[in-house]
């Protein structure tokens, strides 16, 4: 039971180049999140799924894109990278639907864009 | 929809002292309300959650105290020792949607414990 993975850990970018992070889980969850998290600590939501073939926008979309591609698997993509993407992401998933249940996360991806 | 305040953002304690940690809330449909820990460089683990049918819960050395008329919650860190220094973070959620709802997150508290 590997819980939520996220591929890759590292990853440099040079600004305007294109990325997709991967995350899965082997839990059955239905909600799935990804999180950035910059120097300083806070985690800040930029998109969700609820629930397979549902996504949300969190508090900061803009220059991202999601696809929850089936139950286990939730994808983050990056256009064109911008220094300002330069981030600690994490995935994260629930089992409840609303936001009610504990939220696991996975190792995080230490993203640079230069 | 939901926001979560947590005060204060930094808060530094001599090792064996009480750490607190309050947060409020604005929806008033929440009815899950998590603690996560989280050490530098790991990723945040829950370590105590409650739900608002209950008013206080306990697990050794912390609890978790929720008041619902005034929306806040807290979390008690007694007798500190230094593996307690991290990044506690609270969140609330439940609140029920059509299309699903989001465990929403505060804004983070760095606890540093002094030996």
């Known amino acids: 039971n590997a819980g939520v993975t996220q591929t890759p850990k590292f990853q440099v970018l040079k600004t305007g180049q294109s990325m997709t992070l991967q995350c899965a889980q082997d839990m059955n969850h239905n909600s799935m999140y990804w999180y950035r998290q910059d120097p300083g600590m806070g985690l800040r939501l930029i998109y969700y799924?609820?629930?397979?073939?549902?996504?949300d926008k969190g508090e900061v979309p803009n220059g991202y894109n999601v696809s929850r591609l089936n139950k286990r698997e939730f994808s983050l993509r990056l256009e064109s990278a911008a220094p300002s993407q330069t981030s600690v992401y994490f995935c994260?998933?629930?089992?409840?639907?609303?936001?009610?249940?504990?939220?696991?996360f996975g190792q995080g991806t230490r993203l640079t864009v230069v | 929809g939901e926001n979560v305040e947590q005060h204060p953002s930094t808060l530094s304690v001599q090792e064996g002292d009480s750490a607190v940690i309050k947060c409020t809330y604005s929806d008033s449909a929440s009815n899950y309300f998590p603690w996560y820990k989280q050490e530098l460089g790991k990723r945040p683990q829950l370590i105590i959650d409650?739900?608002?049918?209950?008013g206080e819960k306990k697990d050794q050395r912390i609890a978790v105290t929720l008041n619902k008329t005034a929306k806040h919650f807290s979390l008690h860190i007694t007798e500190t020792q230094p593996e307690d220094s991290a990044v506690y973070f609270c969140?609330?959620?439940?609140?029920?949607?059509?299309?699903?709802?989001?465990?929403?997150f505060g804004g983070g508290t760095r606890v540093l414990v002094k030996p």
């Open positions: 799924s609820a629930s397979e073939g549902t996504t």
């Open positions: 994260a998933s629930s089992e409840g639907i609303q936001g009610n249940t504990e939220a696991f």
């Open positions: 969140a609330a959620g439940g609140a029920f949607k059509a299309a699903g709802n989001k465990l929403t």
């Open positions: 409650i739900r608002s049918n209950v």
